[in-house]
C-alpha cells in the first residue's frame, strides 16, 4: 500500500521567511496530493492540492510542486505570518475521492 | 453550518465500556470516511462508505469497531469493550463521487480519551 513520508517534523521560521516541507510517496498509482493545515484541537483543513497532470500549482503565498517520476512533492509558503503556525501534512490518494495516505506532519511555528 | 458535523467533540470512557460516535456530511456527499488520529501522528484511514455500502475497512479496523451508515446518510462508528489504545481523535470527512467529484472535507473530530 501507500506510504507517505514527510520532512522535517518540525520547522521553526521567522516572520516573513519562507518555508519548505517535502515529502515522498511510494505508490505510483498515486495521483492526487492534498495538504492539510491543521490547527489544535481541529480537524485536517485543505489548503491546496496537486493532481499528476501538472507540476506545479499555486494560490497566494502557498505552493506546491510534483515531481511525479521522483514521487516527490512539496509545498512551499512565502512570507509567512503568526497565523500560518499549525501542523501541516502532506497527502497522496488515487483521486480527490479515495481514502487519503497522510504522512506524519510537520510542525511549523512562525516567530513574529 | 454546511460543513461535516461530529458528535460528541469529547468523550471520556471507562476501559470495557462501548462508545459510539455520529458523523454528519455535507449534505449531498455520498462518500463518507473515518479516521483515526493519534496524538503527534497524522490520520489514519479507518474505512469508508459510498452511500449506505461499506467499501472497504482498514486492518486498524479491529472486530471491537463497526460502523454503520444505514440511509447513506449520517454514519455512526462504535466501539466496544474500549482499551486504553483506543484512545485518539476520531475524524469523519466526506466527499462527493459524480459529475462533480470534489475533494474530501474534514470535520472536527471527535476525541475519546479511555481511562
Known amino acids: 500500500g501507500e506510504n507517505v513520508e514527510q520532512h522535517p517534523s518540525t520547522l521553526s521560521v521567522q516572520e516573513g521567511d519562507s518555508a519548505v516541507i517535502k515529502c515522498t510517496y511510494s505508490?505510483?498509482?498515486?495521483?492526487?496530493f492534498p495538504w492539510y493545515k491543521q490547527e489544535l484541537g481541529k480537524g485536517p483543513q485543505l489548503i491546496i492540492d496537486i493532481r499528476s497532470n501538472v507540476g506545479e500549482k499555486k494560490d497566494q503565498r502557498i505552493a506546491v510542486t510534483l515531481n511525479k517520476t521522483a514521487k516527490h512533492f512539496s509545498l512551499h509558503i512565502t512570507e509567512t505570518q503568526p497565523e500560518d503556525s499549525a501542523v501541516y501534512f502532506c497527502?497522496?490518494?488515487?483521486?480527490?475521492?479515495?481514502?487519503?495516505?497522510f504522512g506524519p506532519g510537520t510542525s511549523l511555528s512562525v516567530i513574529p | 453550518d454546511t460543513g461535516v458535523s461530529q458528535d460528541p467533540r469529547h468523550k471520556i470512557t471507562k476501559r470495557g465500556q462501548n462508545v459510539t460516535f455520529r458523523c454528519d456530511p455535507i449534505s449531498e456527499h455520498n462518500r463518507l470516511y473515518w479516521y483515526r488520529q493519534t496524538l503527534g501522528q497524522g490520520p489514519e484511514f479507518l474505512t469508508y462508505?459510498?452511500?449506505?455500502?461499506?467499501?472497504?475497512k482498514s486492518r486498524l479496523l479491529s472486530d471491537r469497531f463497526s460502523a454503520e451508515r444505514p440511509k447513506g446518510s449520517f454514519s455512526t462508528l462504535e466501539i466496544q469493550r474500549t482499551e486504553q489504545g483506543d484512545s485518539a481523535m476520531y475524524l469523519c470527512a466526506s466527499s462527493l463521487l459524480g459529475q462533480l467529484n470534489t475533494e474530501a472535507f474534514f470535520g472536527q473530530g471527535t476525541r475519546l480519551t479511555v481511562v
Open positions: 462508505f459510498q452511500n449506505e455500502a461499506q467499501l472497504e
Open positions: 497527502a497522496a490518494a488515487e483521486t480527490s475521492y479515495d481514502k487519503v495516505i
Open positions: 505508490d505510483s498509482a498515486s495521483n492526487y
